[in-house]
């Protein structure tokens, strides 16, 4: 299929989709998140693997200070902060793409906009908080708005749809007609299915596989399946409690979906394995561009 394409401008960034997959890069600063919580709690060593990040071809550096994996606790405002502000206050001054916050509270969000991040990533779609859309017209940053049923604390028990992809646009465009009214531009709003968000295994593959199904809302469309549980549902059988040889093969089931997604639509894909990744979508990006060539 031929992606829509768009380009988003604000500050001094300005991102091109359409043509090439977008690639953004993973940095938890957490000690619990489900892949690599603990890893990059120490400012200094997130700092120095953000950097990686965007040398192994990162567009964007999404930070996070609150694990969002099933059942995980929420964090108090301060510890949030306490995380994730030291790290961009590094970041803002050293590394030239745009650093991305990730969380649900205006508050965070706020202050991480004024230490040098320059895009709001909510799993919450601005549910959460609803002085989140104000912050973000007040900056005038591009959002991220993730569809997710329920919380973190609920999102797994039993999810279900009557009409899974009607229902996540439902959300989209109410959240989009929203986000207008409260003075975000139409132009930097980006949208997120959510895979492993109050999703089954089913529901996930479904989303990828007909990831085109969102067009319709004119957005650009961000996807994150990296190293998610269905990867690992579906790779069970081959998984042996070694945690080299499981993470190896999860992430080759990671580049098999950021491949499908890629195929599908996504404008940008959210990995921890930027250098991977980069490799896998010079193929598919290619594979695009000439999909229409006789």
């Keep these: 299929m031929s992606r829509q394409k768009y380009i988003i401008s604000w500050g001094k960034h300005t991102l091109k989709l359409g043509d090439k997959t977008r690639i953004m890069g993973i940095l938890n600063v957490t000690p619990d998140s489900f892949s690599d919580g603990g890893t990059f709690l120490a400012c200094d060593d997130a700092v120095a693997h953000a950097a990686r990040l965007v040398e192994d071809g990162a567009d964007i550096i999404d930070i996070g200070g609150e694990s969002t994996r099933p059942f995980s606790d929420p964090v108090s405002m301060e510890d949030e902060i306490g995380r994730v502000i030291p790290v961009i206050e590094k970041l803002a001054g050293s590394i030239k793409v745009p650093v991305s916050i990730d969380t649900t509270k205006a508050s965070v969000a706020k202050q991480a906009i004024e230490a040098g991040a320059s895009i709001i990533n909510d799993i919450s ?10 912050v973000a017209a007040e900056y005038s940053v591009p959002v991220i708005m993730m569809h997710m049923q ?7 028990i039993s999810p279900f749809y009557d009409d899974l992809t009607g229902e996540i646009k439902d959300f989209f465009q109410h959240s989009i007609d929203s986000a207008v009214k409260r003075g975000i531009l139409r132009s930097r709003i980006i949208i997120d299915p959510g895979i492993g968000f109050g999703k089954t295994l089913k529901h996930n593959l479904l989303i990828i596989k007909n990831l085109s199904d969102f067009d319709t809302l004119d957005v650009p469309i961000l996807i994150g399946p990296s190293r998610k549980s269905f990867l690992k549902n579906l790779l069970k059988d081959e998984l042996k409690e070694d945690s080299e040889h499981d993470l190896s093969l999860i992430e080759s089931g990671t580049q098999a979906a950021v491949a499908a997604a890629a195929l599908n639509g996504a404008h940008i894909v959210r990995v921890h394995d930027v250098a991977g990744t980069r490799n896998t979508l010079k193929i598919i990006d290619a594979i695009n561009q000439n999909r229409h060539d006789s």
Excluded: I, K, Y
């Design 125 to 134: 779609g601005m549910r959460l908080d609803h002085n989140m859309a104000g």
């Design 150 to 156: 329920g919380s973190p604390q609920t999102m797994q």
